[in-house]
């Protein structure tokens, strides 16, 4: 008995390679995340840009981190890129390219893309200095306009289905409030409504995690130029608020914390009230 391998192809028939089932598959699965990089970087550098103006100063990078202002420090962050990069054979400038292109980094840049589309009107959004997300592990500060408050946010990706890093994220984070919330060392908060460059300590810590599903959704949404919200946006934006309430709720109850963390995550609430009125009003 023979077998049809390629159904109604007959010998000496031309083989089309893009009607393949690997190749439709291919096309149909759209355009890879690395490839919304640039238009991300264009977001993140009007972001900055919109922000330096706003308070008349340099605050942020074109990449939207926090400046890292001391010159040891610019040199610890470089000292740092540079062995990582070795290690994977390549030079320094490929190394942050290829991790600004992995689903982690660009998760990082869409989260804080969506954050600031939404909040920007009583919230400011940053990603933290090189140096501290090096150092200290933050990835993101949102700082109240009104009030000054300061709170740090990580992210994940994961590639299993379902998964969106959670579990092991809240893990990580726990121990970080354990040991009395997050240090940054180029920080900022607003006091009496001007804005102020400051260390801070006894910060809270949350996560922001998706999976590469949820990512695959967003990228296109955030990278767009509309003003208004898709729904992958809402979507993702309602489930983060909703992981944010969830655990500072647990947080809040734990006596052990450092009592000066307990009171940041007590002056937070109003914050978090704010930020649940913009979920209600998606």
Known sequence: MSIEYLPGLKPGDKIDLDQLPSRRFEKERGPRPESYRPELRERLRYMAARLNDEYDRSLCSHSGHIETGDRADQEAVSVREEAWAAEQGKDREEWRADREKSPSGLAEMALTVLFDKILRD??????????????????????????????CGLDDVLGHVGDDGGEKKAEKIARKMKSGGATIKYGATVEHGRLVSKSLRHIPMFYFSLS??????????????????????????????????????????????????REKLKSFYPSLSKILDYKQNL
């Open 122 to 151: 009583d919230f400011i959004v940053v990603r933290a200095s090189e140096y501290d997300d090096y150092e200290n592990g933050a990835d993101q500060l949102i700082i109240d306009k009104e009030t000054g408050a300061v709170i």
């Open 212 to 261: 590469k599903e949820e990512l695959g959704g967003l990228l296109p949404a955030v990278s767009g130029d509309s003003a208004d919200l898709a729904r992958t946006e809402k979507e993702v934006f309602s489930k983060l608020v909703d992981s944010l309430v969830e655990q500072s709720e647990k947080f809040s109850r734990d006596e052990s914390l450092h009592p000066k963390l």
